[in-house]
């Protein structure tokens, strides 16, 4: 990949029961534009839906958009290692299935890559945000200050750091992905892998960068109540993170299992109550709550993988 030409890329899509949002994603894909000379594959992989998504992505191969392909039901990790292998591109374009690209998301991607060449190994981060019909203060803090996405706390454009790389709408030379042995498949849920493989990447030199022009719009409704069940799940998968990488037991909360001098002191059921109140009263509750709120969650999860881990 040199600077004078644009780059071959495929965008991999791994997906499962979600053929309404895919469908507006695929639809916002055809209208992407694609400089002249480049090379642009779109690879989705079905893991294993049971809503008709499989015979949706089979009508759309036979008419040359896509490649499909499909497995049983193993999760994220493999699904994207699946088209990972299959794609032709030297870039890979990560994009979740219910994410939707606005004009220009593909181009931003590739004209980034094309001006770095192939002197240094980055991957460029892009931005996910909600569609203004299902914004709300809640998905506004989830999304700009950590607990789900955290673009606000980025400092540094140019040096973000790994924990940052969300394959909602992330890019990065597919070499990097097959020499790092792509994604772990011992993650159970959708939780830490695609960080897991950032810190990896990390490690050997990849470069993360952040261009919010490339943006995307995440079209799923997110309530409280569910996000804090996310959240507990999220902690057991960082339990698994921390017994692969136990240097980063602190970065990932180990230290902190059994709660804060507060979160002994206020029962959880409480804290939910008020990040349920905060999903029907917006501006009620302050962003604060919900970070202690989610924290508690994330850690009782924690909690759960540690002791479930330790007796292995």
Request: aromatic letters at 10%; proline letters at 6%.
């Amino acid at each position: 990949m040199t600077e004078s030409r644009w780059p071959s890329a495929t965008v991999v899509i791994p997906t499962y029961n979600r053929g309404r949002e895919l469908s507006l994603v695929l639809g916002a894909l055809r209208t992407q534009h694609v400089p002249s000379g480049a090379d642009v594959q779109l690879v989705v992989v079905d893991d294993g839906s049971s809503d008709g998504t499989w015979a949706m992505l089979q009508q759309r191969m036979e008419s040359g958009e896509l490649l499909a392909l499909r497995q049983e039901n193993a999760g994220p990790a493999r699904a994207r290692n699946r088209g990972v292998e299959a794609a032709r591109g030297e870039l890979v374009v990560f994009l979740g299935d219910d994410t939707v690209p606005e004009p220009g998301w593909l181009l931003q991607h590739l004209e980034e890559h094309r001006l770095l060449g192939g002197a240094a190994e980055v991957a460029v981060l892009g931005y996910t945000s909600f569609p203004p019909g299902l914004d709300s203060p809640f998905l506004r803090w989830i999304n700009e200050f950590g607990a789900q996405f955290g673009y606000l706390l980025i400092e540094d454009v140019e040096r973000v750091p790994f924990n940052f790389f969300y394959t909602s709408n992330i890019s990065l030379p597919r070499r990097v992905l097959l020499e790092l042995g792509g994604f772990r498949e011992d993650f159970p849920a959708a939780a830490w892998e695609d960080i897991e493989l950032a810190y990896r990447a990390s490690r050997r030199g990849l470069r993360l960068v952040y261009r919010p022009r490339a943006r995307v719009l995440h079209l799923h409704r997110i309530r409280p109540r569910t996000f804090r069940h996310r959240q507990r799940t999220s902690g057991r998968s960082a339990a698994i993170f921390a017994e692969i990488h136990p240097e980063l037991g602190r970065f990932l909360g180990a230290d902190r299992v059994g709660g804060t001098r507060f979160l002994r002191l206020v029962p959880g059921a409480f804290l939910a109550l008020g990040t349920a109140l905060a999903g029907r009263f917006p501006g009620v509750i302050p962003g604060k709550w919900f970070q202690l709120d989610l924290d508690a969650a994330y850690l009782e999860g924690l909690a759960e993988g540690l002791q479930s881990e330790g007796r292995r």
